[in-house]
């Protein structure tokens, strides 16, 4: 099945942990991703929430393999700013193999944050954020 980000946006959070689980890591990315936020997932406002997301706080990232770094798509104007380290390493879902994104290292801003993902399409990634060691919210990157 083809996925994107209009589907994600319909998805129950059983339904995305489910996803994110069935999939590979697939290949680390390189170049600029769009990205969105999937909050609230299986609610009447995940689609509100994420254009609002989209709109005012983050767009997408941008990743560079040679590096092994990304930053992020931030604000209304698309700063690229927030650095992660890029890796592959067990989830913490499920143990199995995925693509992380640790700031732990690299921001002062988001030194809580660990991003996980996985790819469920050709180009196209699904990912889980946490906060310290708790998931909170899901995204989708497409390249």
Same mark, same amino acid.
């Given at each position: 099945?083809?996925?994107?980000?209009?589907?994600?946006?319909?998805?129950?959070?059983?339904?995305?942990?489910?996803?994110?689980?069935?999939?590979?890591?697939?290949?680390?990315?390189?170049?600029?991703?769009?990205?969105?936020?999937?909050?609230?997932?299986?609610?009447?406002?995940?689609?509100?929430?994420?254009?609002?997301?989209?709109?005012?706080?983050?767009?997408? #990232?941008?990743?560079?393999?040679? #590096?092994?770094?990304?930053?992020?798509?931030?604000?209304?104007?698309?700063?690229?700013?927030?650095?992660?380290?890029?890796?592959?390493?067990?989830?913490?879902?499920?143990?199995?193999?995925?693509?992380?994104?640790?700031?732990?290292?690299?921001?002062?801003?988001?030194?809580?944050?660990?991003?996980?993902?996985?790819?469920?399409?050709?180009?196209?990634?699904?990912?889980?954020?946490?906060?310290?060691?708790?998931?909170?919210?899901?995204?989708?990157?497409?390249?």
């Amino acid at each position: 099945m083809t996925y994107t980000a209009k589907k994600l946006l319909t998805m129950t959070d059983a339904e995305l942990s489910d996803l994110f689980s069935r999939s590979e890591p697939g290949p680390i990315p390189n170049g600029q991703a769009q990205g969105t936020a999937i909050v609230a997932p299986g609610t009447p406002f995940t689609q509100d929430i994420a254009q609002v997301i989209n709109i005012f706080a983050w767009q997408g #990232k941008v990743f560079n393999t040679e #590096k092994m770094a990304l930053v992020n798509k931030i604000s209304v104007f698309g700063l690229e700013a927030i650095l992660a380290h890029i890796s592959r390493e067990p989830s913490w879902i499920d143990g199995k193999e995925c693509i992380v994104l640790d700031y732990s290292k690299t921001s002062v801003v988001a030194h809580w944050v660990r991003d996980e993902m996985r790819l469920i399409s050709p180009g196209f990634y699904l990912g889980r954020v946490f906060w310290k060691d708790d998931p909170i919210i899901y995204f989708s990157l497409e390249f």
